[in-house]
């Protein structure tokens, strides 16, 4: 029987570092239902899941997302969950991570990753890399 390690699917998710809304000086970053949801589809199906972003830890979250009215059961979920804020506080620098130790990446929205993730090279080519290995990119 295979072991449970083989079987773990490994899912990247990739944040954004920037913080400011071009240059309206407004706050953005990642929008915190497009973490959360498919966060916990990929946590609850048992999946293994690494977070990283280009400059590594904390990533910026757009405080809008976390306004009352569009909070969801899942992102209060999130906000309560110690294990998965711990996680977020330590994202792995972008340019750490090989392609050959996942077998899927996904990009969490907001306005954020507009500006930073959209034209970084790093991420560029993990994702021609995903895509050369066959891997599902969402």
Excluded at 43 to 65: C, R, V
Excluded at 90 to 108: G, I, K, N
């Amino acid at each position: 029987p295979a072991s449970s390690k083989e079987t773990t699917m490994k899912v990247l998710m990739v944040l954004t570092s920037h913080d400011r809304l071009g240059d309206t000086g407004k706050k953005t970053g990642f929008w915190l239902e497009e973490l959360a949801a498919p966060y916990y589809v990929f946590k609850d199906a048992g999946a293994e899941i690494t977070l990283a972003s280009p400059k590594g830890g904390q990533p910026p979250l757009d405080p809008k997302s976390d306004e009352p009215m569009f909070q969801t059961d899942l992102t209060r979920r999130f906000t309560a969950d110690k294990d998965a804020n711990a996680q977020l506080a330590e994202t792995v620098r972008l340019d750490s991570v090989d392609q050959a130790d996942f077998d899927t990446v996904f990009y969490p929205g907001g306005h954020g990753p507009m500006w930073d993730l959209v034209e970084d090279e790093t991420s560029i080519r993990l994702i021609e890399s995903f895509v050369a290995a066959g891997k599902t990119i969402a």
